[in-house]
């Protein structure tokens, strides 16, 4: 039986970077695009508090060092996928849609309908770099709906046809 022991994290600013640190080596190098632990992050906060939660990283660091921490990466991520870009930001984004299991042509109708992505933004995103996620989302999108749709049904543009189709 493993046994956690809450640790203080009063007076020990070290444990943000120790939770972090913790976070992208055993959670996040496990996810191949960036895309996708802007996913993952985005995932783990609260949509009624803003406040990110992480069962595991809060039995080892405490809550308010593992929200810190997830707060940090989900902001590091964010500003990574903007540093991208749009081949990079197209070529992580066909990474990240590869472990969908979903039909592809159907995933990016209706991301292009919904704009799921929008709720990935981290709440410290800047106005400016909200735009700019959001417009070249949806350039991306709109490029990848178009060769899908012109691959036809059940057939993905970006992967070599199986011999006999």
């Known amino acids: 039986m493993i046994r956690y022991q809450m640790r203080s994290t009063k007076d020990t600013p070290h444990l943000s970077r120790g939770a972090a640190s913790d976070l992208w080596r055993n959670t996040l190098s496990q996810i191949p695009s960036l895309f996708g632990k802007l996913v993952y992050l985005s995932s783990l906060r609260n949509a009624n508090n803003g406040r990110y939660e992480h069962h ?19 902001a590091q991520a964010f500003g990574e996928w903007l ?25 990016l109708k209706t991301w292009v309908k919904l704009a799921p992505y929008r709720n990935l933004v981290p709440a410290s995103a800047k106005k400016e770099d909200r735009q700019l996620y959001v417009a070249d989302l949806t350039a991306i999108l709109t ?3 178009n060769a899908s749709a012109a691959a036809g049904p059940g057939r993905d543009a970006s992967r070599s046809p ?3 189709q």
């Open 56 to 74: 595991g990283l809060a039995l080892l660091f405490g809550e308010d060092e593992a929200n810190k921490a997830l707060k940090k990466s989900h």
């Open 83 to 107: 540093t991208f870009n749009l081949e990079q930001q197209k070529a992580d984004l066909e990474v990240y849609f590869r472990d969908i299991t979903d039909d592809r042509h159907t995933v």
């Open 143 to 145: 490029v990848l709906k």
């Open 162 to 164: 199986k011999p006999g």
